[in-house]
């Protein structure tokens, strides 16, 4: 089997730890300069996820924006914006979504076996529907099939709260990149950047804090979460992945 891809998690939160408001419309969490940045870190990887409900919600494309860096990827014989992958239970996705309708990269949606011939149906020739698990689908069968059935090296998991507790409730995250916008939220129905779930990270197994950085009004915080951090930085150590050593539980 092909190695697990590299996994980085990329997410803004409000000061009090929200994804997002409970109001009808998307709450902007970032500014201009730091979209910029998650733009060439999503240049960086072969794929990017989100959930069902953040495909519905704020109906993303996904896509590298900026044509240099399009241009790169192009020059390295890559797509000019990494695949795009989500996973449904319940298999409510509308084929017109922007996912499905932006963008010439592959299109993967995972979802429960029973509902991926009904999908696979609807969606047609605008996504490849993989159907893997009895009720839903497990991160680690989802990392392992798109590393050996698709070449997928290097996978960024964009949110929302439901899809990163289970990346990282499962330990399978090589690096967090947590942006933290300067105001709260403070609505009980607003989604949370995760939910409950046994953590490899506690207080008496700390995460490694690798980066801060201020960009503008919001701070960037990056975290190795296993020893394979940093393989994808443009500039590795000449001795190559894993720059930090982190134990594993
Ligand atoms: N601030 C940020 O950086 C950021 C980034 C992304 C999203 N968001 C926000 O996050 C919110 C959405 O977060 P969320 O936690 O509600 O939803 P989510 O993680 O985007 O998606 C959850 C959905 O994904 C599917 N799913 C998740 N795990 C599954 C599994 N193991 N097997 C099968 N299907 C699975 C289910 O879809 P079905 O319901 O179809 O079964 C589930 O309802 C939105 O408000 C969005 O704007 C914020």
Redesign the pocket.
Known sequence: MSERPYVTL????SIDGY??SAEPH??A??NAADLDRVDDVRALHDAIM?????????NPRLLVRDAARRARRRAAGRQESPAKV????????SADAAFFTTGEGPRIV???RERAAELSARLGHRAVVVGI?DE????DALLDDLGAHHGIRSLMV?????????FLGADLVDELHL?VAPFFVGETAA?R?VGPAAYPWTASRRAHLADTRQIGDVVLLRYALSDRFGMLDPDPEPTGAGRIAVERP
């Open positions: 990329s997410c803004a939160m994804l997002d998307r709450l969490m970032s989100v959930g069902a409900s953040t495909v519905r919600r704020d989500t996973v449904t239970a319940s298999g409510d996705l995972y979802c429960p698990g839903c689908v497990t991160m964009e949110g929302g709260g439901t899809v990163l507790t289970q942006v989604p950047v």
